[in-house]
């Protein structure tokens, strides 16, 4: 068994991502301690899926897994850059639950099951939950310290996302984000694609997916102290 980790508070951001074509998506999410270091981070990817609902996620799983890993918590503070979440937990999401889970025009809920996950987190939780808005796709010279990690969190959505469109890597639930990991998966990742490059088109959709890696890539290579 994982020995816990002592803290008594702690910032974590969350993020999703999605594509239409095809409809899948990714979350991620990353701890943050008090002096602004990062302590875990931890994606995960679903099929079928939208925006919110990976959004609703990464905050959901993010709950979840500092029960499992921290010991003595008292405070977690969110920070998201969707309005969808951070409006539905502070706002709507009492009033939904007294009107049987439906909305003043007396629709359903959407994405209803995690909602109802979300509630009975806020119900039941040992440690205090704040959840805030974040501006999101800063600039990286922002002089909000907060950028920098709403920034990581997009990134690893983004990655757990994109890791759907690869044969080799399986769908995944919420897993720890490892470097030496991410550098095998898009070793593999690139050497199928060389494979299947044969027009231009095709090429330069591959060119994009690699400014993408890059830029996760460097991000991650500069926190190991690689770069």
Known sequence: MTKKIKKKFL????????????????????FISKNKKVIKKYYGNENSTTNNRME??????????????????EKIVFYTDSEYLVKGYNEYMERWRENGWRTNSNKEV?????????YKVKETNEFKIKLKWVKGHQKADSKDWKAKFNKIADALAVRAKENLRSEKIQRSDDCE????????????????LSRETTNKSRSNQIADEAYKDMKVLIIEAKKEKLI
């Not at 999703?16 to 095809?22: H, I, T």
């Not at 959407?110 to 979300?118: A, E, G």
């Open 110 to 118: 959407q994405n209803l099951d995690i909602w109802k996950k979300i």
């Open 11 to 30: 910032y974590c951001f969350c993020d999703g991502a999605s594509s239409f074509s095809p409809p899948i998506g990714g979350y991620g999410y990353a």
């Open 177 to 192: 984000f490892n470097f030496e990991t991410f550098i095998n998966q898009l070793k593999r990742k690139y050497k199928r």
């Open 56 to 73: 609703l996620m990464a905050f959901y799983k993010g709950v979840r897994r500092a029960n499992k890993i921290f010991e003595g918590l």
